[in-house]
């Protein structure tokens, strides 16, 4: 799949999840003191998984960034 | 498998309120997936410059890739509402869609099939019923591929317009041509390596946007225990949680199905269909950079498929443990004000526990669920279009070049006529039910053809062609039958106790058992192909090149045993 200089599918994947990651994780800090009406609200499940997908964004754009080869 | 997958009725979702509003965090998250996949299209239209890179994306994807994207392909369409609207209407009987309606199928692809596909160096299924059968095989199966390909298209998108519009109060005739352009924009640009890398990322956001509803669920349930639990106490008496102990008898089940229609129908020939010959997965995998990476891809792929449960299915039990209403077949909607559609299930758990931001991404895995069916669809018909109609029978010898743009344009093609399905189902939806039905006929007999051909170096290229026409058309007359005599289903699902889904794994079974029998008569009343013309494409007239060489954990064999295993620990666990 990777011809010459050709950036991987798993950076532009590692990129969108950090950003999506980074906006989830930001919007549960917001509202950590006010959750908003869900149920098991008092997980903050957008904490969570807002910094799960920020570590995974992190590494694959870093994994894979180009010129960083396989 | 996809031209099974749309619940009947999903479409006639009422009702104007909408389920969920989102906020502005994830109208961002959903905005950026537009951008994300563009901008793929747009950076990889540099490196689709050949027909071999247009079309079969270099022939250079990793197993990885091409495994994902097999699967990705086919999560499409409304693969994630319907399902979890069948796990909520039928318990974990949907689940056999996932399991016996797939991994055998695909560890057959994987061992038996590839190989021949993959020698022969073939740009489509039909571009191999030529090599095999000959010139009829392949415009009957081309014609009638490309020609329900992009009226399931126009369905997929009408589909996704109306959830969309029920969800979140979009207006339909914007949804559609956002998503429409969206996706001739990617696949025009780049092509199926286009279509293959957002294929990718879409199946990473499906999983990250719908895993979360399990989790949460099984948390707020106590666990699998607690979940069958509360199911049991909403509903005695009914068994939603065993997947086979109530397939004995048609009536002991809300499917109205026994385990003959299931293991057979089903197992044996609609997902043998459909996995091993429908050219819109099958193209993912021919697409692999060798032989080995392209077994080890549907491998891959049904390793991901076992897991799609998680997603899919539980979600929709547990909505049967915790939903505080009880949801309603879309037929009873009407004499139900203000309830809620089996179908509504998923966007229904996902309002109970994402707030901003995670409702975002689990829109967005919705809508990138649609939009990878789409372009499957759509890339699809590009290649059986320009190789196996336009360049067979319009015109033969021309440019590669001439080739690629007419494959960019028919990308347009393929959408604009999609577009125009979608607006004629919205002006009569039950076109919707026929379309579907129409796709399936082509898959059983399809499959027979296909396999005979591969294993059986005595079937004739006339055995090939008239068994085909013989099992399509079986499946139209069986059809035609029950629908001029609902009473004849009987007949056909071998009960009066069986129900539609019953009469659609039995009409397979015998279209593909008369596709056989037909291609068996003929053949032997014909002159067989002399074996020099099937090397590549026989089994008996191939050498497959041996993996004895490599280690144990790069043999694809070992893999499917692996998968096989785990696809058997599963039948016994939810026996």
């Not at chain 2, 207006?171 to 780049?190: C, H, K, N, P, Q």
């Not at chain 2, 269909?273 to 993912?284: A, C, E």
Request: proline share 4%; glycine share 12%.
């Amino acid at each position: 799949m990777q011809r010459e200089g050709m950036i991987s599918i798993w950076f532009f994947i590692g990129l969108l999840l950090l950003a999506y990651g980074i906006l989830i994780l930001g919007t549960g800090i917001v509202e950590w003191s006010s959750p908003p009406a869900v149920v098991h609200a008092e997980l903050h499940a957008a904490v969570w998984w807002g910094a799960l997908l920020t570590g995974i964004g992190t590494f694959y754009s870093f994994r894979f960034a180009p010129g960083k080869g396989k | 498998m996809q031209a099974f997958t749309i619940t009947p009725g999903l479409w006639q979702a009422g009702g104007e309120a909408r389920l969920i509003s989102l906020s502005t965090v994830d109208e961002v998250i959903i905005a950026l997936y537009f951008v994300a996949v563009i901008g793929i299209g747009v950076y990889l239209k540099k490196y689709t410059k050949t027909g071999e890179d247009f079309f079969l994306a270099g022939r250079e994807m990793t197993a990885w890739v091409a495994g994902l994207s097999f699967l990705a392909a086919n999560l499409g369409s409304l693969e994630l509402m319907g399902w979890a609207g069948s796990a909520y209407q039928y318990g974990i009987l949907a689940a056999h869609w996932y399991w016996i309606g797939a991994i055998p199928a695909m560890i057959f692809l994987a061992l038996v099939m590839i190989p021949f596909y993959y020698i022969s160096k073939t740009h489509s299924v039909p571009g191999y019923l030529k090599l095999r059968f000959g010139e009829p095989a392949r415009a009957l199966s081309a014609v009638s591929f490309g020609f329900m390909t992009v009226l399931m298209s126009g369905i997929n998108m009408f589909s996704m317009a109306k959830v969309m519009n029920v969800i979140l109060g979009w207006d339909m005739e914007l949804s559609i041509w956002v998503s429409a352009a969206t996706v001739a924009a990617y696949v025009f640009l780049g092509g199926l390596l286009s279509a293959i890398f957002n294929e990718v990322l879409q199946f990473v956001l499906i999983w990250l946007g719908a895993l979360l509803i399990a989790i949460v669920g099984l948390i707020e349930t106590g666990g699998w225990s607690g979940m069958v639990a509360r199911i049991h106490e909403r509903f005695p008496g009914a068994d939603y949680t065993h997947m086979w102990r109530t397939l004995g008898h048609f009536q002991d089940n809300p499917m109205g199905i026994n385990w003959i229609g299931i293991v057979f129908g089903l197992g044996a020939v609609i997902s043998m269909g459909y996995w091993t010959t429908d050219f819109l997965v099958v193209q993912r995998v021919i697409s692999a950079k060798d032989l080995r990476s392209a077994k080890l891809a549907p491998i891959i792929g049904a390793g991901f498929k076992m897991l799609v449960p998680l997603i899919v299915i539980l979600p929709g039990l547990l909505g049967l443990a915790v939903l505080p209403m009880k949801l309603v077949g879309e037929n009873d909607l009407a004499m139900n004000p203000g309830a809620h559609s089996y179908n509504d299930v998923l966007p229904l758990m996902l309002a109970r526990y994402c707030g901003p931001g995670l409702l975002g991404l689990g829109i967005t895995a919705l809508i990138a669920g649609f939009m990878s069916g789409m372009a499957g669809n759509v890339s699809a018909f590009a290649t059986v279009w320009t190789y196996d109609i336009y360049r067979a029978m319009i015109r033969k010898s021309a440019s590669d070049s001439h080739y690629v743009a007419m494959g960019r344009w028919c990308t347009v093609i393929g959408v604009l006529v999609s577009v125009g399905t979608a607006y004629l189902v919205m002006h009569a939806s039950s076109i919707m039910d026929y379309v579907q039905e129409l796709f399936s006929f082509f898959i059983a007999p399809l499959f027979g053809t296909v396999v005979l051909g591969m294993l059986w170096k005595r079937a004739t290229p006339a055995g090939g062609f008239w068994g085909l026409l013989a099992g399509t058309g079986s499946a139209v007359g069986l059809w035609l039958w029950v629908k001029s005599d609902p009473s004849a289903i009987q007949y056909v699902a071998l009960s009066p106790a069986a129900k539609p889904m019953a009469e659609n794994m039995f009409r397979a079974l015998w279209a593909g058992l008369i596709c056989a029998l037909t291609t068996v008569g003929v053949s032997m009343a014909t002159t067989p192909k002399p074996d020099r013309e099937l090397v590549g494409l026989v089994y008996s007239c191939t050498e497959i090149p041996s993996e004895g060489h490599l280690p144990l954990l790069q043999r694809p064999v070992f893999w499917a045993c692996v998968v096989g295993a785990v696809f058997v620990v599963l039948q016994i666990i939810f026996w």
